[in-house]
């Protein structure tokens, strides 16, 4: 299994954050597992933000509930992170992850929230 995040590495404050992760070697549909995005912005630990699962459910951090969106295109096996009013705060990494042990993991995306 591959996962490959991608987006836009710069995005301006208040503006919504967009990104896309593509899996590859596995289903978004079939998995016993859900895919999850996670970050690490600088100089601190991983963060989960939130996940999508196997029938399309989704689960938020409830420190970002009111900002984030998972959804995905399973015709493309592709699931997208949108996360809105971003600061410099949510400057980071952007991980999509799967496996039931977290064990797939993409190579990860910066994303600098700067006007």
């Known amino acids: 299994v591959q996962v490959q995040e991608s987006g836009p590495g710069l995005v301006k404050p208040s503006q919504t954050l967009s990104l896309t992760c593509t899996v590859s070697?596995?289903?978004?549909?079939?998995?016993?597992?859900?895919w999850d995005w996670i970050r690490q912005a600088p100089g601190k630990g991983l963060e989960w933000m939130g996940a999508?699962?196997?029938?399309?459910?989704?689960y938020y951090s409830p420190s970002l509930e009111s900002r984030i969106f998972i959804s995905r295109d399973t015709s493309k096996n592709q699931f997208f992170l949108q996360l809105s009013s971003v600061t410099p705060e949510d400057t980071a990494v952007y991980y999509c992850?799967?496996?039931?042990?977290?064990?797939?993991w993409g190579q990860g995306t910066q994303v600098t929230v700067s006007s």
């Open positions: 992850v799967g496996g039931v042990t977290y064990n797939y």
């Open positions: 070697g596995g289903s978004l549909t079939t998995t016993d597992y859900a």
């Open positions: 999508i699962g196997r029938t399309g459910n989704t």
